[in-house]
């Protein structure tokens, strides 16, 4: 049997260190209303970002974008740039959905805000968010599979969490170029498809 081609690794020993302070910030975490580490979607969300041809400092950023939420804000956000760079900070910092610096708006206006900025934003970031987006819709897709309406229990928003996706889906579509808004678009949809099939309460 022949020796493989020596290549060009596209992952560095930062990228081994970002997985590890990614567990460290959000090691306590589970994804919520199920006993699944938050890492998983961490990770997923680096592997969407690679798979769309993004590079190391994009993975990590995908790895590390909820790392600036409460309660860590600006104390990560400054490891953030100490470990891994000013590029993989500002990226961290540009996906967030509000100024870590500042008081935490509502969930109105932090999305609302949210989507209305998406359009301004460089491709790399589009690509992270993105990435972020679809792996969240993809779980919540196949939850409501299981568990029907109950779904909307996990998020104080509720049944709005429908319509917001529906906004991200229409906003990325636009926006990005990357298969992944077509994807989002139709996973999106699917989950509409069966809300619409369930009987709403009273």
Known sequence: MSEPEAVEPKLSPR??????????????????GKDVPYLTHLLDVAALVLSDGGDEDQAIAGLLHDAVEEPWGVAALNEIRRRFGTRVAELVERCADHDPAKDRPSWETRK?????????????????????????ARELLADYRQVGEQLWNRFSAGREMLRYLRALADTFTKASKSPMADELDLVVGQLEELAARTPQPA
């Open 112 to 136: 609302r805000l949210y989507i209305e900025n998406l359009p301004h934003q460089s491709d790399e970031v589009l690509r992270i968010a993105l990435a972020d987006k679809l792996s969240n």
């Open 15 to 32: 990228f081994d260190e970002a997985v590890a302070f990614a567990r460290e910030c959000h090691q306590w975490q589970l994804r919520k």
